[in-house]
């Protein structure tokens, strides 16, 4: 874990703006100049290269059971399944700012931020604004649905990212959560030992068809 991830950063970005569509104003001098390069948008169909793939861990200690974990491991089989190249940054290191963390971030195909920790949305909201900023608009943002009004919340800032709320069953399956759901029923229902799992789309899966129908820019 980057030393600097316990405290406050002295130029720590300010979270997006109520009302403003997330990232839609951002304009970082650093991450203009890393792309600067003109790129063209190349279909699923037409790719020639890997697609490649960023995820920001949040915390790197005793992962071994928590939802984020869990929700990684989705990411890297989907990764695997979709053929794409993975990096993982902790989140230390982005908030921190160096060059070659940022190229890494703002440069890949897709990010990938889990934004169940309050503490870092601010900061995450912000590099994934500057990612938007100059059109590199595949940013997946994953959260484990755990309250609704948390959820409507947190929905309500992601504008046009694409948002993947997931539920983790008591067997430790992680499943997305479809648009509209009343994650208190399906907890209930959880709890109560139905076999739902046979109506529920495994994040595995979502993501999978997420990376595959991806857009790319060519290098």
Known sequence: MDEHYDRPLQNEPKAVTNGASAGSFWQDP?????????????????????????????DETDLQQSEENLSLRCLE????????????????????????????FYNADVAVVEMSDTFCQPSLFYHLGVRESFSMTNNFILYCVKNQNDLQALKEQCGSYTFIPY???????????????????????????????????????????????TQIHSW
């Open 30 to 58: 650093l991450a203009i100049a890393l792309s600067s390069t003109s790129k063209d948008i190349i279909s699923p169909r037409s790719r020639t290269r890997a697609i490649t793939v960023v995820y920001i861990l949040i």
């Open 77 to 104: 089989e989907a990764c695997a399944n979709a053929h794409a190249k993975m990096n993982t940054i902790p989140f230390g290191s982005l908030a921190l700012g160096t060059t070659d963390i940022l190229d890494i």
């Open 167 to 213: 539920t983790v069953s008591p067997q430790g399956k992680v499943f997305a959560c479809e648009a509209g759901v009343q994650m208190k029923g399906l907890s209930n229902l959880f709890q109560a030992n139905f076999n739902i799992e046979p109506l529920l789309t495994p994040l595995v899966d979502r993501l999978v068809k997420l990376l595959g129908d």
